[in-house]
């Protein structure tokens, strides 16, 4: 069964450092799809950057990239020069396959981004 | 409005009453789903339409919790007899065609309190 493992419950990081979110991910189809989403504390989910699998290069917007290591099976978030406002709740998923929208979520990281 | 629409934003009742939750997706969107997120974990799928069919209902707990779409827009999801197990935030999201082509597009949430 497919399956996203977040190690990280809490990070914090200094303005305008950069961070790395942790996601590891677990399934047998060869297509699929990851996700990284934000939750500040209003609640919604604001989605931030996405990678196939079958993407030779490691996704990017804007301050966030995804590292993806298709062989680890890890798809961590990087966000570089970290602001006060990124603090929130991030959230990997997973699509497994190719015609679905359906979205398994890990149990987040919160993070915490001090002046 | 632009985005999906949740009402109401905060419910509260009482142990063994009937609630439902409304969700109006992004017009044109085909794929609506529900989500389950109790505190301090990731959102857990429920149900998912795609149209006016539940294309894939595995994540609904009991059979308490039932779930329409009958025109294919609005969706209402049904919590008969709460229990307090119950108490969290409901989200909704939707998608253009539900077929791996993109990203979930989130309301932010109806928070479920059951007393």
């Known amino acids: 069964a497919q399956k996203i493992t977040q190690t990280q419950p809490g990070m914090f990081v200094q303005e305008k450092e950069a961070v790395t979110l942790d996601c590891t991910y677990d399934t047998s189809d060869q297509s699929y799809g990851l996700f990284w989403y934000k939750q500040p504390s209003s609640g919604e989910m604001i989605f931030l950057i996405y990678q196939g699998s079958y993407d030779e290069q490691n996704a990017t917007e804007g301050r966030y990239s995804l590292n993806f290591q298709k062989a680890r099976k890890s798809a961590n978030l990087v966000i570089s020069a970290s602001q006060l406002g990124d603090s929130a709740m991030y959230f990997c998923?997973?699509?497994?396959?190719?015609?679905?929208?359906?979205?398994?979520f890990g149990t987040g990281t919160r993070l915490q981004v001090f002046p | 409005g632009a985005g999906v629409s949740q009402t109401p934003s905060n419910k509260v009742t009482e142990k063994g009453k009937y609630v439902e939750l409304r969700c109006d997706p992004i017009?044109?969107?085909?794929?609506l789903y529900w989500y389950r997120q109790s505190l301090g974990q990731g959102p857990e799928f429920l149900i998912y339409?795609?149209?006016?069919?539940?294309?894939?209902d595995s994540g609904l707990p009991n059979d308490r919790f039932f779930a329409v779409r009958p025109e294919g827009s609005v969706s209402t999801l049904k919590i008969q007899r709460t229990e307090r197990g119950d108490s969290a935030v409901y989200l909704c999201?939707?998608?253009?065609?539900?077929?791996?082509?993109?990203?979930?597009?989130f309301g932010e949430g109806s928070r479920l309190t059951v007393l």
């Open positions: 339409f795609q149209g006016t069919g539940a294309a894939d």
């Open positions: 017009s044109g969107h085909t794929a």
């Open positions: 998923a997973m699509r497994e396959g190719w015609n679905t929208d359906k979205l398994i």
């Open positions: 999201a939707s998608s253009p065609t539900g077929k791996g082509t993109g990203e979930l597009f």
